[in-house]
């Protein structure tokens, strides 16, 4: 069974930054897309960004692309959100999410049904 943990979630000013971690039970190939979700109050889950270990492609939201960024160390197998520059709107609870096995990120990579394994999720509250 795979198992994704969370952490790193608080509370930052406007302008601030913080970093997410996500432990993730591996894996025997690294053909599978891990992605970074978040969803706010009355609000769908929406993909912030993603990332394909086979290959290093990375995959970002316009909301985001510029402030944050998303990272892999495969010899621990965490999933890293690093967020810069924050705003108010970016007020959320984050997902990690992980594709099963032997697939790709490529253009649907936001797509939240192709994500079988979901972590309990981290609050991230900006205020302006």
């Known amino acids: 069974q795979v198992h994704l943990v969370e952490s790193g979630g608080g509370s930052v000013q406007a302008g601030g930054s913080l970093r997410l971690s996500c432990a993730a039970s591996p894996y025997t190939d690294s053909h599978y897309c891990m992605a970074w979700f978040r969803q706010a109050p009355g609000k769908e889950r929406e993909a912030v960004a993603g990332?394909?270990?086979?290959?290093?492609?990375?995959y970002y939201a316009d909301s985001v692309k510029g402030r944050f960024t998303i990272s892999q160390d495969n010899a621990s197998n965490t999933l890293y959100l690093r967020m810069s520059n924050l705003k108010p709107e970016d007020t959320a609870v984050y997902y990690c999410a992980k594709t099963p096995p032997s697939s790709i990120c490529g253009g649907t990579w936001y797509a939240r049904l192709r994500y079988l394994h979901w972590g309990q999720g981290t609050q991230v509250t900006v205020s302006s």
């Open positions: 990332i394909y270990p086979g290959g290093g492609s990375t």
